[in-house]
């Protein structure tokens, strides 16, 4: 390939509303450009690196034994009121109509259209297990689209589906895509982790996510150095902080930034917008020592679901919870939380608070009856004015560093990640839904067992770029960059013998498979340089008429500090 075939637009500047190195580093090398928000046009240098994490993707995907297919972008909306989830989606599902008033939807995702080909096609137990996949574009009307390709409204998805007689055989689909996630984000040269999730709106309760780290991850990770224990912060908290007031609300949004709050992610497991109140009780322990006198008291919170009606939960019963729990008291409040008595207490807190899980409705009365008594129960919060602002997401957590670890083999320590793949065990949740029947040996119906399992395509070419750049550029792994290796040859407009040997290195190279690029547009060495470190292309050989006359020419890695100079056949057999 030579430059002047190709489309080449670097830019110095970066626009003003990148936030994140990735962002500004793709938009700055001609990488993406942006259409409207969270919506983005691939360039030709950005869509090289995207089909080659594809290729990678497809190859592993194969490997593992899954089929691939294409299933539509414009879904019919009856699949998705069969499984409920056109009514349970809220505004992150893009519906459309057609000229005759029909429902679509834009697919965020693809369980509805894999389960009616499944149960259509898949009629006996002879055809299991069975994984379809595909690479296809997604849409997501995301509250807050942002970071470029790494939260877009519109981005490109591998998303696979297994299909299982019964659930020991989904177990093995699962590790077999787990797996294969390990070996398809080796192969893309990250640094991950995979982590034990929540299975939030999708359903089911097996669930990994694999992490790229990365300090502007949107997730939090907790793990522990001293085993393999591992999982997403959501998880690990249960449930977590709430507001339960507009203005804390917002407030809390606020803090959320560059991370996502705790109460961002209580909303989405629950399945409620932000802004919906969501009601909290702040209760107590003792422990206490023989002589009876209280040792310590850990505060906790017990959450209650905004959805939840406070007089049919005070017609309840309370049988979850032990006895020993007591109402905090406004003084403790203020005390724990660091703010004024008088206000909500969970905002901002400043030190770890248990939290007691989303109790459900029948769980709740006791608790709830002198819910709103003095003492018990603090409103009205205003962020800055009644509690001081929280210097960073970490602070509004209830995990911190130096809790035990679960195992029991340690103390937790906690990491930022970008979610890039996510492995689901199913179950029977849509087959189920959407009547997706096999028949056994015996000839009897039983519903499919199911996995999903994602990778966000568009979204690891951000994360490759946030775990690898410096200051004068993008630094691809060599498995994704958009070519392997750049020649430069200096004076190409004028000197016939770099030229010439600028040809035919490019074309020996070319012969071996190398991805190769020839930049022929007779740039200056600086301009010239200074792109290629910009775009990030890991090998870079200079040919000029002065290394020439020796026989030799100048390699360059670009995590390199300085260049070296090489024999032609010597570059040839690094770069091969
Ligand atoms: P997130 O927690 O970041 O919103 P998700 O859990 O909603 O992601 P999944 O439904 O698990 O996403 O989808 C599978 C994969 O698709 C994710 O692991 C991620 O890599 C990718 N993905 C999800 N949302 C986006 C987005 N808005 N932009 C780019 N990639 C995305
Ligand atoms: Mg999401
Ligand atoms: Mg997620
Ligand atoms: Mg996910």
Redo the contacts with the bound molecule.
Sequence with gaps: MKASQFFISTQKEAPADAEVVSHKLMMRAGMIKRLGA?IYNYMPMGLRVIRKVEAIIREEMNRAGAVELLMPVVQPAELWQETGRWDKMGPELLRVKDRHERDFIIQ??SEEVITDIARQELRSYRQLPKNFYHIQT?F?D?RR?RFG?????E???K?AYSFDRDVESAGKSYENMYAAYGRIFDRLGLRYRAVAADT?A?GGDRSH??QVIAETG??AIVYCPDSDYAANIELAEAVALLPSRGAATRALEKTATPG?STCAAVA?LLGLPLTQTVKSLVLATDEKNEAGDIVKTTVWLLLLRGDHDLNEVKAGKLPGLKAGFRFATEAEIADHFGCKPGYLGPVGVKKPVKVIADRTVAQMADFVSGANEADFHLTGVNWGRDLPEPDAVADIRNVVEGDPSPDGKGVLAIQRG?????V?YLGTKYSAAMNANYLDENGKPRPMEMGCY???????VGAAIEQNHDERGIIWPTSIAPFAVVLCPIGYDRSAEVQAAAQQLHDELSALGVDVLLDDRGERPGAMFADWELIGVPHRVVISDRGLKDGKLEYQGRRDAQATSVTVADVVTLLR
């Excluded at 390709?149 to 409204?153: D, E, K």
């Design positions: 969270g965020p995702t997604k997501r995301e689209p390709v790494m939260r877009g409204r981005f490109t998805m998303d939030g999708i996510e694999f949107e997730d996502r989405e970008i979610e890039v793949g996510h689901f994602g990778i966000g395509v568009t979204r690891i």
